[in-house]
């Protein structure tokens, strides 16, 4: 939960449902995004409130794929190997100028299921935007297996939530349903691809756009709040 | 993952008859992903 200084004409923190996946490089990207146009609207920003809903990518990606990303790409959709690599340099150099050190060397593709039912466990114990940040981290800094059970509980102590509550929720399910709901809501609403961006229920933003974008639909709904 | 993607019947990250948002345009050269890959919608 992000939360900045109090805005006077603001009586509720401006909601921010964002839909992305684990295994989705521009989310990562967009996120840092976000975080930077929140802050560059300074001490006068309004108070937001966000809140990330799971999407899968790619639903029939394997548990675990020993390849490396190239070969992923590669095998899975026939694309040159030179031209994956020069994409994976483009969004490695997009990555570093968010702040971001992508190792797509590293990256241990998998199904993201199990990391998204630890992200509501995370969400009802307050801890959601800290996991979703070190998950984000794990697959795409660190080549972090994030379907393994024993890896995900790992991430989910380091952020300060229960190890064994956590180990509890992943291996009985117990918030498959909510992702499984998170999923369909976004087929509801017409979400193909992520990430996506609902500004207080009332402005979409599709991608992982600029910074003063995303400052941009604040401020307009702050100053729709007040008018 | 990602990359440009190239097909012309590629779908668009969101279908806008069902959305129930009003969409901001910013920058068309944002990229989405979806499914395997991820490329700019503008250039679908």
């Known amino acids: 939960m992000r939360s900045h200084a109090f805005h006077p004409t ?5 909601k921010i449902d964002i839909w992305s996946d684990i295994a989705c490089p521009w989310c990562y990207i967009g996120k840092r995004h976000l975080e930077a146009g929140i802050d560059a609207l300074g001490a006068d920003a309004p108070d ?3 809140e990330y809903h799971s999407f899968e990518l790619s639903p029939d990606t394997p548990l675990d794929f020993e390849g490396s990303t190239v070969e992923y790409l590669a ?3 026939g694309m040159p190997v030179e031209r994956v690599e020069q994409m994976l340099q483009h969004v490695t150099g997009v990555a570093a100028n968010a702040g971001l050190d992508y190792h797509f060397e590293k990256v241990a593709h998998t199904k993201t299921l199990k990391a998204h039912e630890l992200l509501h466990f995370a969400k009802a114990n307050g801890k959601q935007l800290e996991l979703k940040e070190r998950l984000l981290k794990a697959y795409f800094v660190e080549g972090g297996r994030v379907n393994r059970i024993d890896e995900l509980v790992g991430y989910a102590a380091e952020v300060g939530l229960d190890a064994d509550e956590a180990r509890a929720a992943l291996e009985s399910g117990s918030f498959a349903s909510e992702v499984q709901a998170d999923i369909a809501q976004a087929g509801a609403y017409g979400i193909n691809g992520v990430p996506f961006f609902v500004i207080d229920g009332k402005y ?3 991608g992982a756009q600029p910074a003063e974008v995303f400052s941009q ?9 007040a008018a | 993952m990602t990359g ?5 019947a590629a779908p668009t990250p969101t279908d806008a008859a069902a959305s129930p948002f009003t969409m901001v345009t910013g ?3 944002a990229m989405v992903c979806e499914g395997d890959v991820c490329f700019v919608p503008a250039a679908e």
């Open chain 1, 204 to 206: 979409g933003i599709s």
């Open chain 1, 217 to 225: 639909a604040i401020s307009q709904v702050a100053g729709e709040r």
């Open chain 1, 75 to 77: 095998d899975r959709k």
């Open chain 1, 48 to 50: 937001v409130e966000i």
């Open chain 2, 4 to 8: 440009q993607r190239a097909d012309a």
């Open chain 2, 27 to 29: 920058d068309p050269s």
């Open chain 1, 10 to 14: 603001v009586t509720s923190p401006i």
